[in-house]
């Protein structure tokens, strides 16, 4: 069964790091543009970052660039979003998702999540202020 198991997320101050994790089950992922979504309460779920295939392309929400990282190391079949100097509007719960018609980042592709065929269960962010 196709997995997308996302993992590090929890309860931190405005100002301070997290990193997401998201490991994918087969090797197949490898081959697919992978991205980060989020969705706070009452609110609908949003584009945060997206990376090519083989990480040397990628995009970010207006919201988070210059303070969040989107990586990924196809040995392991995970990709991170490494997210520094958070703010209380980073709060959500945030999921990995991926394009598997898709290998090249696209700027116009990438923010829209019904291109994306598989998501994780996703992982709680709480920043406090």
């Known amino acids: 069964q196709v997995q997308l198991v996302e993992s590090g997320g929890g309860l931190v101050q405005a100002g301070a790091s997290l990193r997401l994790s998201c490991a994918a089950s087969?090797?197949?992922?490898?081959?697919?543009?992978m991205g980060w979504f989020r969705q706070a309460p009452g609110k609908e779920r949003e584009f945060v970052a997206a990376i090519s295939w083989n990480g040397s392309n990628s995009g970010y929400a207006e919201s988070v660039k210059g303070r969040f990282t989107i990586s990924r190391d196809n040995a392991k079949v995970t990709v991170y979003l490494q997210m520094n100097s958070l703010k209380p509007e980073d709060t959500a719960v945030y999921y990995c998702?991926?394009?598997?018609?898709?290998?090249?980042?696209?700027?116009?592709?990438?923010?829209?999540?019904?291109?994306?065929?598989?998501w994780g269960q996703g992982t709680q962010v709480t920043v406090s202020s």
């Open positions: 998702a991926a394009d598997r018609f898709r290998s090249l980042y696209s700027a116009t592709l990438a923010p829209q999540s019904r291109r994306y065929d598989y």
């Open positions: 087969e090797r197949a992922f490898n081959n697919y543009v």
